[in-house]
């Protein structure tokens, strides 16, 4: 399903590109990282297309582990082996944990402070709206196809509104999902 | 600080790490668990406090790892906490998708991807729906998300402006 493109145009970032890249998405990932990383790796430097970038977050879900993190593992070891998935992910983590610790340094002292805490409570509710709009931008594609929105509904459904444990849903609605667009494509 | 204290943190998150389908929020009870209840590291209200710092700093969301670690153990609990939870999973994430990789023109492999594509946009708005839960504490945040989603889509202002003008409205007393 992925796009062709001519050769001359793929993109080949080295070692210290992913380093970059992911590390300029650590810094900026406020109320996570996904949006950042989506806008960087397809927007910006154009690394993935837009259809790449959701077969990729497509099977990182599916593994263990933070999703953005196995992003970021696959990209690097895409393009440049086992040296750029170390590379992309020091990048990504490195400057976000630094800053964990010095704000949780700083907490004690300023916690009971109101326009700190207020402000927090007003970048958390702007850093899921960021989410809301990269999460439309993702889904806006499959509207052409019925049964794939079906799909994106029953999934929403299961997992934000019945609250079912992943480990369970998620084997169920794979396979029937596959199954489904199999049957429909056939 | 002992050396076994960083092994039980290691032995812990590392297998936090292979038990976080669907990213890091599924785990946080369980980690909860191990952290309070196991280990008595700290108090419930400690962890949800870590919790609430981690979310509002930049970074993946499994940033309250390496808080809950420097709680326990200083930097070398972070840095402990941080690799033990990427380690196993981004190993396993390695291999799978050298595979998924070499396979990408083979039928069965677009048959899957095609299915996934659907429950991956549901999943993404799932963590959308329950994060704005999480932070509409009241009707001024829920506006603040609902203005931020459509600038967010519609201006080409950048990203860190919209978020810096939310957190200022924030403090000097608009919102929260």
Known sequence: ?186 | MTGFLLIDLAIVFGQLSLLAFGGANSVIPEMQRQVVDVHHWMTPHDFAALYALAQAAPGPNMMVVSLVGWRVGGVAGALVTTTAVLLPSSILTLGVAGVWYRFKDADWRKAIQAGLQPVTAGLIMASAALLIVSTTVDWQAGLVTLIAAGLFLRSKLHPLLILAVAAAAGAVGLVG
């Open chain 1, 1 to 186: 399903m992925s796009e062709t493109r001519p050769p001359e145009t793929r993109p080949d970032p080295s070692v210290f590109d992913l380093f970059l890249g992911f590390f300029i998405v650590g810094v900026c990932g406020f109320g996570g990282v996904l949006p950042w990383a989506r806008r960087m790796i397809v927007e910006q430097r154009k690394w993935l297309t837009p259809t790449e970038f959701t077969e990729m977050l497509g099977l990182c879900q599916f593994l263990p582990g933070g999703n953005i993190m196995n992003v970021t593992i696959a990209l690097g070891s895409r393009f440049r082996g086992i040296p750029g998935a170390i590379a992309a992910i020091v990048g990504l983590m490195a400057a976000p944990v630094a800053i964990v610790i010095c704000l949780g340094a700083v907490y004690d002292q300023y916690a009971g402070f109101p326009p700190v805490r207020r402000a927090f409570v007003a970048l958390a509710a702007a850093a899921a709206g960021f989410l809301l709009a990269m999460s439309w931008k993702i889904v806006a594609p499959l509207r052409a196809n019925p049964w794939a929105v079906g799909i994106a509904v029953c999934t929403f459904v299961a997992i934000a509104v019945v609250r079912l444990p992943m480990v369970m849903a998620m084997p169920v609605l794979a396979i029937g999902s596959t199954l489904i667009l199999w049957r429909v494509r056939a």
